[in-house]
C-alpha cells in the first residue's frame, strides 16, 4: 500500500488546494489594490470638480455648467434618498478641503455625486465619465477558477485509470487470470495498460504452452518408472534390484515435486479455511512417520489457505527436519501467530538463505534439495512468512500466518 503522502492523487489534491488558496489571495489583494486605485481616481476627480468652479466662478452659471459638462460632470438638482457618504482616509479628504470649495462625495446605485460647498451655495454633480465597476477582477478571478478546476478533474480523469490498473496488477500476482486492462484512452496512462494487457496475454500463452509440455513430459515418464518399479517387484531380491528399486522411488518422487513447483508457479491457488491438524495428519501419513516420531502441540487453529499446497509445505518441513535429527521425536508446535517445526541437529553447513534455494542439499545423497524451496514458495505464494533460527542445539523453522504487505 503506497503512504498517502507518497500517492499521485494525494499530491494532486494537495497541488490544486494550494493553487486555489493563492488564486484567492491574489483576488482579494487585486480588488484591495483597485479599492485603493479607485479612492485616489474619487479624490483625483474632486479635486478637478473643484478647481473648475473655482476658476470659473467669475462666469455665469451657464458657462459654469458648459465647462463642467465638458468635463464629465452634470448638475443634479440634489442628493437622492439612497445616497450614502464615502468615507476616504485623512490623508485625502485633507486635499479636498484645502481649496475654498469643500467637496463631499456620495455614492447611491447610479454612481458617485459630488456636492460642492461654496461660500453663499451648495451643488451637486455627477461624474458621467467616472470609471467603470470593476468586473475585470470578477471575471479574471472566475475564469482563472474555472480553468483550474476544469485542469484538476482532467487531470484526475486521467489519473483514475491508474487505480484500476494496480487492482488488476494484484490480482494477477494473487493468481487471478481473468485480467482486463484495456484502456481507450490516448495518454500515457492508456499505453501502459494496452501495453501491459498485451504483454499479460502473451504470458498467457506461454504459461499454458510450459503447462502442456510439463504435464506431457511428467505423464510420459511416470509410465515406464510405474512399469520398472513392478518389474523390480516381481524381481528376486538382490543388491542391484534394491538399488534399482531406490533409483525408480527417487524418479518417481523428482517427477512428484516437480509437479509441485509447477503447481506454485502457475498462480493457482484455492484458499479456503481448512484446519491444520488435518494437513499436518496428511503429511505424516504421506511420510509413513511413526506415531514416536514426532510430538504435536497445539495445533487445533483454521487458516486459510491452498490445502493441497500448503500440506506440501508443511510436509517438506517436517520430512527436513527428520532427516536432519539427531534425537527423535521432532516438535511441532502452533501458536495464534504461526507454527514451528523443531528439531535438534548440527548448524547448518551453510547459510539459511542458500539451503532455501532449489537443488542444495546438506547431505550428498538422498535428498533432492527441493524441500525448504518448495515450502518457501508456497509461504510467498500465501504472503506468509518463513523464518529460522537455530538456538541451543535446535533448528527452528517457524510460519507466520500474518499476510505480508
Not at 505423464?219 to 518399479?229: F, Q, R, S, V, W
Not at 525408480?248 to 491444520?276: C, D, P, Y
Request: net charge neutral; proline share 2%.
Amino acid at each position: 500500500m503506497i503512504a498517502r503522502r507518497h500517492s499521485v492523487f494525494f499530491k494532486l489534491h494537495f497541488f490544486f488546494f494550494l493553487a486555489s488558496i493563492i488564486l484567492v489571495l491574489l483576488f482579494f489583494s487585486a480588488l484591495h489594490e483597485q479599492e485603493r486605485q479607485k479612492f485616489h481616481l474619487l479624490v483625483h476627480r474632486s479635486m478637478e470638480l473643484s478647481q473648475i468652479v473655482e476658476e470659473n466662478k467669475a462666469k455665469s452659471c451657464m458657462e459654469q455648467n458648459t465647462e463642467l459638462e465638458a468635463a464629465g460632470f452634470k448638475i443634479i438638482e440634489g442628493k437622492s434618498p439612497q445616497c450614502e457618504a464615502i468615507n476616504l482616509p485623512l490623508p485625502l479628504q485633507s486635499k479636498l478641503h484645502s481649496r475654498h470649495v469643500r467637496v463631499t462625495i456620495y455614492k447611491d446605485n447610479q454612481g458617485f455625486m459630488y456636492e460642492l460647498s461654496g461660500e453663499h451655495c451648495t451643488m451637486y454633480y455627477r461624474d458621467t465619465v467616472e470609471g467603470k465597476s470593476y468586473y475585470f477582477v470578477w471575471f479574471l478571478f472566475f475564469a482563472l477558477l474555472g480553468g483550474l478546476v476544469s485542469m484538476y478533474i482532467l487531470l484526475w480523469k486521467n489519473l483514475r485509470p491508474l487505480k484500476t490498473l494496480v487492482e488488476e496488477i494484484r490480482r494477477y500476482g494473487e493468481g487471478e487470470n481473468n485480467i482486463k486492462i484495456q484502456n481507450d484512452g490516448k495518454d500515457e496512462i492508456a499505453l501502459i495498460s494496452n501495453e501491459f494487457q498485451a504483454a499479460l496475454e502473451k504470458q498467457s500463452k506461454l504459461k499454458a504452452s510450459r503447462e502442456l509440455f510439463l504435464r506431457n513430459m511428467m505423464h510420459e515418464l511416470k509410465t515406464p518408472i510405474t512399469k520398472g518399479k513392478l518389474i523390480v517387484e516381481l524381481e528376486e531380491p538382490s543388491p542391484n534390484i534394491t538399488l534399482l528399486g531406490k533409483l525408480f522411488s527417487r524418479m518417481e518422487n523428482l517427477i512428484t515435486q516437480m509437479a509441485e513447483i509447477e503447481k506454485m508457479h502457475a498462480f493457482t491457488l484455492e484458499k479456503h479455511a481448512v484446519q491444520l491438524e488435518k494437513m499436518i495428519d496428511t503429511a505424516l501419513r504421506n511420510l509413513l512417520l511413526s506415531d514416536d516420531a514426532v510430538r504435536v502441540r497445539g495445533c487445533v487453529r483454521t487458516i486459510d489457505a491452498d490445502e493441497a499446497l500448503f500440506t506440501s509445505a508443511l510436509q517438506n518441513l517436517i520430512d527436513n527436519a527428520h532427516r536432519h535429527a539427531t534425537k527423535i521425536p521432532i516438535e511441532i508446535e502452533c501458536t495464534e501467530e504461526g507454527i514451528c517445526i523443531r528439531n535438534q541437529g548440527e548448524p547448518l553447513k551453510r547459510p539459511i538463505e542458500e539451503a532455501l534455494e532449489a537443488f542444495v542439499t546438506e547431505q550428498s545423497t538422498g535428498g533432492l534439495g527441493l524441500g525448504l524451496y518448495i515450502s518457501q514458495s508456497v509461504c510467498d505464494l500465501h504472503r506468509y512468512t518463513l523464518t529460522y533460527r537455530y538456538e541451543e542445539g535446535t533448528h527452528n523453522f517457524c510460519i507466520v500466518f500474518r499476510e505480508r504487505k
